[in-house]
């Protein structure tokens, strides 16, 4: 079985590489490798080929369930979102990214195209039927978010692209008040997170957190 090439130790000539496209059979069958691959570190939530050395444009992922990616496309996207992300290439090294809450994505092996979305809310004119309620609970939304990224960050991979190309520069911010109820954004380094003023105030008392806004590199 093929292993993760550790791109802080080992060369890996297909990570900055734009896959090609395979035919279904081949693409099934390379998935079922990465997917035991996955099964056997217990450490990742999503695996590209050329990860692992193979020029194919397959992925896989599995938060909510197992997902398939053989020769997918994004075709929209939108609600940006900064993200903390880590990379089984990178071991170790997480990266501050911008992300989308909402894509849709054609891949080889579906005829239409299909929607993820993080959202916490749902608009029901334009998503109509891809929940059982309207109203979702906070880890629900979570884990579809997670998912969301997780796909965009396994087609990066298959374009040649790793988390180092969506890095955000972080500017802390200095502003002496804020609204009880402002939302600002908070880091400690490793998580981003949204809150109110008044919630964030004792995390950033503390030393830990701070406040910030980022912005993508050119």
Known sequence: M???????????????????????????????????????RKDGIGLAANQVGIDASVAVVNVREPIILINPVIKEQWDEVPFYEGCLSFKGKGIRTKRYKN???????????????????????????LWETKKLKKEDSELRLLEAVCIQHEIDHLNGMTIHDRQMITTIVNKEK??????????DGKIL?????????????????????????T
């Not at 804020?178 to 880091?187: F, K, P």
């Open 178 to 187: 804020y609204g009880r109820n402002e939302l600002v954004d908070i880091t």
């Open 103 to 129: 894509i849709v994505i054609t891949t080889e092996q579906e005829e239409g195209e299909l929607y993820f979305s993080g959202a916490t809310h749902i608009d029901t004119e334009n998503a109509e039927g």
């Open 2 to 40: 093929k292993k993760v090439i550790n791109c802080l130790k080992e060369d890996n000539p297909v990570i900055n590489k734009k896959l090609k496209e395979v035919s279904l059979e081949e693409g099934n069958k390379i998935a079922t490798e990465l997917f035991q691959i996955l099964a056997e």
């Open 193 to 217: 997170s949204t809150m109110k003023y008044k919630k964030a105030k004792p995390l950033i008392d503390s030393g830990l957190w701070e406040i910030y806004v980022g912005g993508p590199i």
